[in-house]
């Protein structure tokens, strides 16, 4: 999927019909001379957004305008123009895009989506990360939250191996959750680690009862709602931890 401006496309689109909109009063022989060549920039534009779409033939379209404008009657100025015009829009009406609204804007493609320590930190989560914040941005709700899914598998397995819990490679990230939960209750008050050990694992219940334990079942559905409100939660999950001295992060 790629990022695109219809807003830019649409401003020159419309220019283009406003340049026409121009001659198409002049007498046609009329040699167009320098007002041919004066619209050369407006149309390189348009390639430029063109070539972004892969619309092949307006591309060659606007090739050829550009190399033969110089020595253009108005006629023939007026013709190139509108071709051009018409073959974009025909283009057009072959491609699908898709209306992201801006609030969900910024999560797409989303470098460090849940910032850059945890990015550092932990740069094998990464890709799901960053995955889960595109579906979000394509209202692919129920696949941001598998992708977070992915996330917490990974990430619960390292507070885990902090804390001293067993075999937790062989373990649903549910049941690390609670036993994380009473390793951290067993911890020593005065421990220098105790409290911020506390707020990670304040932050993962939040996630656990968040998450409802309805992933694990195919037939659940997850709305945009629940999507938003699991990314805030897994996200201050993973950069409470990140603030840890934790063993090797795979």
């Known amino acids: 999927m790629e990022r695109f401006s219809a807003a830019a496309f649409q401003q020159i689109v419309t220019g283009l019909v406003f340049l026409v909109q121009r001659i198409e009063d002049l007498p046609a022989d009329l040699e167009a001379g320098d007002l041919a060549s004066k619209y050369i920039p407006t149309v390189t534009m348009l390639r430029t957004e063109c070539q972004k779409l892969g619309l092949r033939t307006s591309i060659s379209c606007a090739n050829d305008f550009i190399t033969l404008s110089d020595g253009m009657t108005i006629r023939e100025l007026t013709q190139t123009l509108r071709e051009l015009d018409n073959t974009i829009r025909r283009e057009m009406q072959a491609e699908l895009f898709f209306h992201v609204p801006y609030f969900q804007a910024a999560y797409y493609e989303r470098a460090h989506l849940f910032g850059a320590k945890v990015a550092v930190k932990f740069p094998g989560m990464e890709y799901d990360i960053r995955e889960a914040g595109n579906c979000y941005a394509a209202s692919r709700s129920t696949a941001c939250v598998f992708h977070l899914m992915r996330v917490m598998e990974m990430a619960v397995q390292v507070f885990g191996r902090k804390l001293g819990v067993e075999f937790t490679d062989t373990k649903d990230w549910h049941n690390i959750v609670e036993q994380t939960a009473k390793a951290v209750q067993a911890l020593s008050g005065k421990a220098q680690e105790t409290a911020t050990l506390s707020q990670v694992a304040a932050h993962l219940y939040a996630v656990k009862k968040a998450w409802r334990n ?25 950069k409470a931890l990140a603030e840890l001295k934790l063993p090797a992060v795979p």
């Open 214 to 238: 309805r992933v694990m079942h195919p037939h659940e559905r997850y709305s945009m709602d629940e999507a938003k409100d699991l990314l805030s939660h897994v996200e201050a999950f993973m």
